[in-house]
């Protein structure tokens, strides 16, 4: 089996590996913006053309250093390229580059097509041509940090190029995304239950004919006549065909039992006739019902009860009108709340404040790249309003006791957040020994509440039955008190604190909620992992963080998702580091940094493990910010125990502090004990354990301490700090 990297849209990686999974792909890893798997030539052949949702698929050929232009040429001419090439062919090269020395895509695309074409010169055979638009072979190069990794494009040209668009409007969007839109708003069991799929503004009409193929059981790239492969000299043709003769059967069986339940409706009366030229092209015209009418206008086709209604509205960035974009999916949102009872609605808003404008309340949100621009797919559930509320079942009286202690707690605490703009924090912490559990309530920026309930494993003594009991009583006891639907409560069993399970996955739905701390944005993910990327007894730390950091050079330590990184940089930081082992938590460290503006060489994200980088770093910084796991033992790091290795971890952040700088440490080990007789002959050491503790956390005072510490001088030096010479 080979190594493939299939690239999509950023948002789609989840949708993405879950396909290839289904495709047969082996070893499947989601990662940003794409995919890495493991298969045989078929599966990358069978995702060409039947993957709804990737760009390319790319297989990786060569891997080099290529920190100069003389290292680049030779890792290029190690490869033997008679063996994907042959010299009457053409070729072209994409090219990309990050963090590396060579920063010029154009130069690195233009030394890889010299390098190949050299190769061929050198052993007396015609030199290929350059052909940019259909070449036989197309050379994908990414080099990351100086490591170069060269790929043949096995799709050639992108693969959302379905092979039926004739004509496009002025904003198109992407077919892959448009089928990810139709995946996440679970369309094919819709379609399975007799529903309809409408689309009030449905411009060139990408949203219904991706509905309709994916339906119809249709390959989306049956229709093109290009692949990068056609001209690849290890092509199985044999192979091919047989797919393409399977695929064409496929449809052949689908097409014909379509239902013509496919609606759209567009003001524009050109978009209307380029919809239907499109539909016809694809095969599909004979099941849609297209009119030319006003959004205000749209309501469900005769004799149609349910289904999806999915659109993507313009946003005011490439069409329409900013100021009257609000006003418009205001009208959007009473539409469907009048008129589509019990359908499903499905908006890719511009963004947040946008899809607010409708006044719906999301059952959920992901968010997605259309091209460059960064939106968010909103999922909304029509339901009818309820004649009289449905009884419920009355509660038990240890649930009334947990309900009062709620409200109990939410009341002694609402003015005090409401005043300091909080819109994460904590409403109960075991306060009741028969409810053993953490709930913490999450605002996200579109105004919808979320609700975090971590239960901590009953003790043995109680049965499983009532441990399940007291589950269920406190999801509809929080679920009521809150008034917030069961799809936005994440309900999870803990049985270790922060420490060694805090890169532990629970699901992988990949969904983020927005939220605001500090008048700063994190992403967080309620769902998939034990912690949610935003811890929020660290909320004071990070603050004061915040107000430590202006003009200094800062490095956070097992950085995490890099909260710590952003209150810094937005508290006047001169430049931040952030260092995790996880590849994942950085890219998420990423993506909460570009969220606040934060990006650039100023802001680092270093892959290592935090011995390792501070044992090889050089750099010295003014605010060093540590707050490790309790335990961790990485495959690809030392062991760590906070209780057993803090000494050694602090003094070799010493080496690393400038003389006026602090460190900052922290952790969440609730038997911790620091060694200051190991550490005051280094430091003079502060407790800031109590006032680092928020106040909706004053339930549970010892969830962490916190220390500064900072260099003392050496004799005859002026201690920065006391502003006096230090005598021995």
Same mark, same amino acid.
């Not at 990686?13 to 798997?37: K, P, Q, S, T, W």
């Not at 570009?594 to 100023?602: E, M, P, W």
């Not at 106040?695 to 969830?703: C, G, P």
């Given at each position: ?8 849209? =950023? ?12 495709? +047969? ?82 130069? @690195? ?19 290929? +041509?350059?052909?940019?638009?259909? !070449? ?13 990794? *060269? ?6 040209? !992108? ?38 799929? @409408? ?13 309709? $193929? ?21 092509? #199985? ?40 030229? #499109? ?8 099941? %849609? ?18 289904? @999806? ?22 009208? *959007? ?28 309340? !999301?059952? =959920? ?31 038990? &009286? ?48 579109? +105004? ?57 996955? %629970? ?40 107000? /430590? ?36 938590? /950085? ?40 707050? &490790?796991?309790?335990?961790? #033992? ?22 690393? $502090? ?15 004990? /620091? ?7 280094? %430091? ?23 220390? %500064? ?10 201690? &920065? ?8």
């Amino acid at each position: 089996m080979s190594p493939f990297f299939a690239t999509c849209p =950023k948002g789609l990686e989840y949708l993405l590996r879950d396909e290839l999974i289904a495709m +047969g792909g082996n070893d499947v890893h989601e990662a940003l913006a794409g995919v890495r798997f493991y298969g045989t030539l078929e599966t990358a052949y069978r995702a060409c053309l039947w993957s709804r949702l990737a760009s390319r698929i790319l297989l990786p050929i060569a891997e080099f250093d290529a920190a100069s232009d003389e290292a680049l040429y030779a890792g290029v001419q190690s490869v033997d390229w008679s063996q994907h090439l042959a010299p009457h062919a053409t070729l072209a090269v994409d090219a990309n580059t990050t963090q590396s020395k060579i920063a010029h895509s154009h130069f @690195l695309a233009q030394r890889v097509k010299d390098a190949v074409v050299d190769q061929f010169r050198q052993h007396g055979q015609e030199r290929p +041509g350059v052909d940019t638009e259909e !070449p036989d072979v197309r050379i994908n190069l990414r080099l990351r940090r100086d490591r170069a990794t *060269l790929s043949i494009d096995l799709a050639g040209a !992108p693969l959302h190029r379905r092979g039926w668009r004739e004509q496009q409007g002025e904003a198109p969007l992407k077919e892959n995304l448009a089928a990810a839109m139709l995946l996440r708003a679970g369309w094919p069991d819709i379609y399975a239950q007799g529903g309809a799929l @409408l689309d009030p503004m449905c411009g060139s009409g990408t949203l219904l004919i991706e509905g309709a $193929l994916m339906v119809a059981d249709v390959a989306p790239g049956l229709r093109r006549t290009y692949y990068g492969f056609l001209g690849w000299k290890q092509h #199985n043709i044999l192979l091919w065909r047989s797919l393409l003769d399977e695929a064409r059967k496929r449809a052949e069986a689908g097409l014909p039992t379509l239902r013509a339940c496919f609606f759209g409706s567009d003001a524009d009366p050109r978009m209307v006739q380029t919809a239907k030229r #499109n539909a016809q092209e694809a095969g599909v015209a004979g099941f %849609f019902t297209l009119d030319r009418h006003d959004v205000q206008h749209v309501a469900p086709p005769p004799g149609v009860a349910s289904g @999806l209604v999915i659109t993507n509205p313009p946003y005011g960035e490439r069409l329409g009108d900013r100021e009257s974009m609000p006003k418009l999916y205001r009208m *959007l949102g009473e539409i469907l709340r009048d008129r589509f009872t019990c359908w499903r609605a499905v908006i890719l808003a511009g963004d947040v404040e946008l899809g607010r404008a409708t006044t719906l309340r !999301p059952e =959920k949100k992901y968010a997605l790249y259309n091209g460059a621009l960064e939106t968010v797919l909103l999922i909304f559930e029509l339901h009818p309003r309820a004649e009289s509320p449905r009884e419920k079942s009355p509660l038990s &009286p240890g649930a009334e006791m947990l309900k009062n202690r709620l409200d109990k707690n939410v009341r002694h605490l609402r003015k005090r957040l409401e005043r300091e703009g909080i819109h994460a924090w904590r409403a109960y912490d075991q306060d009741l020994p028969e409810y053993a559990a953490a709930i913490d309530v999450y605002t996200d920026t579109s +105004g919808a509440t979320h609700l975090h309930i971590q239960e901590y494993r009953a003790p043995a003594s109680v049965s499983p039955e009532r441990a399940r009991t007291r589950v269920r009583e406190i999801a509809r006891v929080v679920g009521e008190a809150f008034n917030t639907p069961r799809a936005r409560i994440a309900l999870k069993t803990r049985e270790r604190g922060k420490g060694g399970s805090k890169y532990g996955q %629970f699901d992988q739905r990949g969904e983020c909620i927005e939220v605001e701390e500090g008048g700063l944005k994190f992403l967080v993910n309620l769902h998939d992992y034990l912690d949610t990327g935003l811890f929020l007894d660290h909320r004071l730390v990070r603050a004061k963080l915040r107000e /430590l950091a202006v003009g200094k050079h800062f490095l956070n330590l097992f950085a995490y998702t890099a909260t710590a990184s952003v209150y810094a940089a937005a508290g006047g930081a001169r430049d931040t580091t952030s260092v995790d082992l996880s590849g994942t938590y /950085l890219e998420w460290a990423s993506r909460n940094l570009a969220l606040n503006g934060f990006t650039g060489d100023k802001h680092r994200l270093v892959q290592a493990d935090a011995a390792s980088f501070l044992k090889h770093s050089r750099e010295r910084y003014g605010l060093i910010y540590v707050d &490790p796991p309790t335990f961790s #033992n990485s495959k690809r790091a030392d062991d760590f125990d906070v209780q057993r290795d803090h000494v050694k971890l602090l003094l070799a952040c010493a080496d690393r $502090l400038t003389s006026d700088g602090v460190i900052v440490f922290s952790n969440n080990f609730r038997r911790f004990e /620091l060694d200051r007789a190991a550490l005051e002959e280094r %430091f003079t050491i502060e407790n800031w354990g109590t006032g680092s503790i928020p106040f909706d956390f004053s339930r549970r005072a010892n969830i962490h301490d916190c220390w %500064f510490l900072r260099l003392k001088a050496a004799e005859g030096q002026l201690n &920065p700090w006391e502003g006096a010479r230090v005598k021995k």
